[in-house]
């Protein structure tokens, strides 16, 4: 299987490190340079199998090469997966981190890395002991721009408006309602900015001391996960884990459309189509969860104040997104479709679409 998923894969270099002490397997996947040094986030989590996490780790670098080519960012797409056993205690977690740090600083730039599932600041701090300076968004105290989730969050809420705007002629989001899928750091940051704008929002999480925290805050309902898929609702907003969207879940949906922060939400390219036949607006995950990677880089390299990071990521959700609307009305694609088109013309040198 690692022979024919790196053959079909379009990228460029597969780092693969067996650490021992450990037993996880840290795979870090470069899958363009094109813009620039290939950034993306460290997700850490235990798989079934080392196909699986290697199909994670690839499919996730593509996706973050197209998330900075659609608004013309200066980064390429890179991911890294750390597959760790089960039950890894934390004092190995630890030690396994600044291992993970030490390879990519060996890397010299080659591959940038933030948080991803699985990752917080706090756990960039450990890695940049070795990585710097590569590692982006530690905690503040660490001397970095803290977490990503809000901003990630604030241009999902963005794009929410934006779909709003597209579907009922006004961004307005007053008696809205909104199901959340996924109450991690952006899932939740986006609830409260969903509720202030006058959002009726529901949600649904897998973990126990999440529900009972967030159960009736602010008028939050509780869905259970066996029918996340089947309630009823203006924006179905996937913000756990990907793949999602499939030939099981889209018959199900009863929703307007989709706008999440998850990645790989589609869970092959024809279920882009699929939505579309089912008249459900789409709005594509690499386009509208930019926001974190955006602000962070911004923040820690270009000095931007946070006020100039939250305006930078919703203009450019607004801007990307309503171009990738219009581009799919014009040519009659899938708006999957026209977002890479958008990041393609942006790889081969134009500048101006
Ligand atoms: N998890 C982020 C994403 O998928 C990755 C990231 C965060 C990259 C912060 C850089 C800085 O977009």
């Not at 750091?185 to 409260?192: D, Q, W």
């Not at 100039?308 to 990738?324: D, H, P, Q, S």
Request: proline share 4%; aromatic share 8%; net charge negative.
């Amino acid at each position: 299987m690692v022979e024919s998923l790196i053959k079909d894969w379009d990228g460029e270099n597969v780092i693969f490190r067996h650490d021992k002490q450990s037993g996880a397997w840290i795979i870090i996947a470069i899958h363009s340079t094109r813009l620039g040094p290939a950034t993306g986030g460290t997700r850490m989590k235990s798989y079934r199998s080392l196909d699986e996490a290697l199909r994670d780790a690839l499919r996730l670098s593509a996706g973050m090469t197209y998330k900075f080519a659609v608004p013309d960012l200066p980064y390429g797409g890179g991911k890294a997966v750390i597959a760790v056993p089960p039950n890894l205690g934390s004092g190995d977690r630890k030690s396994l981190l600044r291992r993970y740090g030490a390879l990519v600083k060996q890397l010299g730039g080659l591959f940038s890395t933030g948080p991803d599932v699985g990752t917080s600041s706090e756990d960039m701090d450990i890695i940049a002991e070795t990585g710097a300076p590569y590692i982006f968004a530690r905690t503040s105290s660490g001397g970095g721009a803290g977490s990503p989730g809000p901003y990630t969050a604030l241009g999902v809420f963005e794009g929410i408006r934006v779909a709003c705007e597209k579907l009922f002629a006004e961004s307005g989001l007053n008696g809205r309602k909104i199901l959340i899928q996924g109450m991690g750091s952006v899932g939740e940051a986006l609830a409260e900015f969903l509720s202030e704008a006058g959002g009726e929002i529901s949600f649904s999480d897998i973990d126990e001391a999440a529900i009972a925290r967030l159960k009736g805050k602010r008028g939050y309902e509780f869905i259970p996960a066996s029918e996340v898929y089947s309630s009823e609702c203006d924006i179905f907003s996937p913000c756990a884990l990907g793949g999602i969207l499939n030939t099981e879940t889209i018959p199900q949906l009863k929703c307007r459309a989709v706008v999440g922060a998850a990645n790989n939400q589609l869970g092959e390219p024809g279920d882009a189509e699929s939505l579309r036949e089912r008249k459900i607006l789409y709005a594509p995950d690499f386009v509208t969860n930019i926001g974190g990677a955006m602000a962070i880089m911004g923040l820690e390299l270009d000095g931007w104040t946070n006020e100039k990071a939250r305006e930078n990521v919703r203009n450019a959700v607004r801007f990307a997104l309503g171009k990738v609307f219009d581009l799919s009305a014009m040519e009659d694609i899938t708006t999957d479709s026209a977002a890479r088109r958008i990041a393609e013309e942006h790889m081969a040198g134009n500048r101006d679409s």
